[in-house]
């Protein structure tokens, strides 16, 4: 279920424009032979390859909620794409970066923080996207929306200093000697102290050194323990 939350969308099914979705109306979109179906309560807009939803304005969101299989309600900022990809509808968010960061704070840190701190977080956030922007180009998108990326859950909605924060760094990047983007990890807890980059990855990178960080140390998660059997540590 797709759902215009804020301003109006243009439906494009296969490049043509089919329809407009205005404020708090919805359409549902499923598979069917090979493509996707896209239905109203009133109208049937007919089966597409690829469908897209543009925004109308800068500030244009749209909820999605999954019903097959059923997952929560999620709003996102500006345009949405979907199209088949390996059997099941694959939903893109093609989104500003600036938008795009506060989702990805908001979801990596949760509310509470002070503003300095969503302000350093908002520019590892877009560094670390700027510089893995192709990651996976080949799968039709640019950064998931899961770990392996970054965490991100679409529109910022919770925290109101996380979107003053993004918008305060706007367009700032951390970059290296050689005015490359860098590496800009991070995690929730270091537990006390950090790795060199060549003890986790394979390349030393000068910026990426050990070093005690006793804050980790009073933060959740420190401290954790797991069981695993004889046999499975023998055989790791």
């Known amino acids: ?3 215009a939350q804020t301003s109006a969308y243009t439906i494009y099914g296969d490049g043509i424009r089919i329809s407009e979705l205005y404020n708090l109306e919805g359409v549902r979109a499923e598979l069917s032979n090979g493509k996707i179906s896209l239905r109203s309560l009133n109208n049937d807009f007919g089966t597409y390859s690829e469908i897209e939803f543009r925004g109308l304005t800068q500030t244009s969101t749209i909820n999605i909620k999954g019903v097959q299989p059923k997952t929560k309600e999620q709003e996102y900022n500006n345009h949405l794409k979907l199209r088949v990809f390996t059997g099941s509808i694959q939903i893109v968010n093609i989104v500003n970066i600036e938008n795009y960061v506060g ?3 908001e979801a990596e840190t949760g509310r509470g923080r002070p503003f300095e701190f969503y302000k ?3 520019i590892i956030s877009r560094t670390y996207a700027l510089a893995n922007f192709r990651r996976h180009v080949d799968e039709g998108y640019q950064l998931c929306d899961a770990v392996h990326c970054q965490v991100y859950h679409g529109l910022s909605k919770y925290e109101e200093l996380i979107p ?3 918008m305060s760094t706007k367009g700032i990047v ?3 000697s050689d005015i490359d983007l860098i590496t800009a990890a991070f995690s929730s807890n270091c537990g006390g102290k950090t790795r060199n980059a060549e003890d986790v990855w394979s390349k030393e990178v000068s910026y990426l050194k050990t070093r005690v960080d006793s804050f980790c140390l009073e933060s959740p998660h ?3 323990t797991k069981t695993i059997s ?3 540590w023998n055989t790791f």
């Open 120 to 122: 350093v977080q908002s």
């Open 230 to 232: 004889k046999q499975e």
């Open 103 to 105: 989702g990805v704070v």
């Open 164 to 166: 003053k924060a993004v």
């Open 1 to 3: 279920m797709i759902v």
């Open 174 to 176: 951390i970059v290296d």
């Open 222 to 224: 420190a401290e954790w």
